[in-house]
């Protein structure tokens, strides 16, 4: 029987990225066979369990830039019949991506707000007049692109 494992998707996202890595662990450590199930909030992803739709969730809970992602935290108090079971490391790159023809063509950035927050710096330096706005994943804020040449996720 195949051990479902909910996850913040779209796919592509970064958790789903440590899902992944999870169900390869079970796979090679106890021959578990994992079902990855993307959700579109880390709040559904945890409710998901909670109602015993899903085995497991994987969630992000920190990073080094931010720190604590509340949400999450949040969920979990909220949820006090989960509990965390695992941590795992995932080294994050992030990268800007746009059809725009320059960079001064770019008026507007999608992304995660921990994304948004960890890129901050880099985002005032070279892009210091574009709008910010909030998404439920890295990975979702891609379908602005093609709406939008002057967009960037």
């Known amino acids: 029987?195949?051990?479902?494992i909910a996850y913040l998707g779209p796919p592509g996202t970064y958790t789903e990225g440590a899902a992944?890595?999870?169900a390869e662990r079970l796979q090679k450590q106890q021959g578990q066979q994992c079902l990855l199930c993307p959700y579109p909030s880390i709040a559904q992803t945890?409710?998901?369990v909670a109602n015993q739709q899903a085995d497991l969730?994987?969630?992000?809970?920190e990073n080094s830039i931010?720190?604590?992602v509340t949400m999450t935290l949040d969920r979990l108090w909220q949820l006090d019949q989960l509990q965390i079971q695992q941590a795992l490391v995932l080294p994050i790159r992030h990268c800007l991506m746009s059809r725009a023809s320059t960079m001064a063509?770019?008026?507007?950035?999608?992304?995660h707000p921990q994304?948004?927050?960890q890129c901050q710096g880099w985002l005032e330096h070279f892009l210091p007049s574009v709008q910010l706005v909030a998404t439920n994943s890295t990975t979702e804020a891609l379908q602005?692109?093609?709406k939008d040449h002057n967009a960037a996720a």
């Open 115 to 117: 994304a948004l927050a």
């Open 66 to 68: 931010e720190g604590s």
């Open 1 to 4: 029987m195949s051990l479902s």
């Open 46 to 48: 945890l409710q998901s």
């Open 105 to 111: 063509d770019i008026k507007i950035v999608y992304s």
């Open 20 to 22: 992944t890595a999870y």
């Open 144 to 146: 602005f692109l093609d």
């Open 57 to 61: 969730a994987v969630v992000p809970v």
